[in-house]
């Protein structure tokens, strides 16, 4: 990659990973995205250690480093490194590119920001879909509990009325007379 070509959005879209919950991008690929190998980039986080508290940057542990080498084969050669790789939230990318103080690190920040604005954008839309749905769910929910009523109050209007037990109409209860013969 030539030091005048930024790489495009989707590009380090693809680069973004969710570790401890938080979107996050690897030092070896922010390495290569500011133009610098990933030790001069982890010397430089180190001697402004200050910088970069937790919420910024995080080393991952075994387990994690594992299974990025595991889900991603650009991080094959990590599978034997002593050296447990650095994970750098948005804010992280930024200050690293301020202290790596070079004209495409700053350039290629940009583009590292807007990356993870987008991403941000499209979860947010997700969850807004997610929320209509689960309130259509819900509709339809409550108006299959009336239809399932109405339907049973048809019912019962189709069946047919209960026998009566009495007559109707006008009725003599007379006692039962013998009439003589004559």
């Known amino acids: ?37 990933t030790k001069s980039l982890n010397q430089a986080v180190k001697r402004n250690s200050k910088r ?5 940057m995080f080393v991952l542990n075994k387990d ?30 930024i200050m690293l590119a301020s202290i790596l103080n070079s004209q495409r ?9 807007r990356a ?8 947010s839309t997700h969850k807004e879909l997610a929320q209509k749905l689960k309130e259509l769910e819900l509709k339809i929910e409550t108006h299959d509990e009336q239809i399932t009523s109405i339907i049973a109050a048809i019912n019962q209007l189709l ?5 009566l037990k009495r007559k109707m109409g006008f009725q003599v209860k007379e006692k039962k007379v013998l009439y003589k013969k004559r």
């Open 64 to 93: 994690e480093k594992n299974e990025l080498v595991t889900n991603c084969d650009r991080f094959k050669t990590l599978k034997h490194s002593t050296s447990l790789p650095c994970a750098f939230t948005e804010h992280g990318a």
């Open 52 to 56: 970069f508290p937790a919420d910024f």
């Open 159 to 163: 069946e047919p009325p209960p026998e």
């Open 116 to 123: 993870f604005v987008r991403l941000r954008e499209i979860l």
């Open 1 to 37: 990659m030539k030091d005048t070509q930024i790489i495009p959005i989707e590009v380090i879209e693809n680069k973004i990973y969710l570790i401890r919950g938080q979107k996050v991008m690897i030092d070896r690929d922010l390495a290569d995205l500011y133009g610098v190998n």
């Open 105 to 113: 690190a700053v350039e290629a920040s940009v583009y590292v920001v």
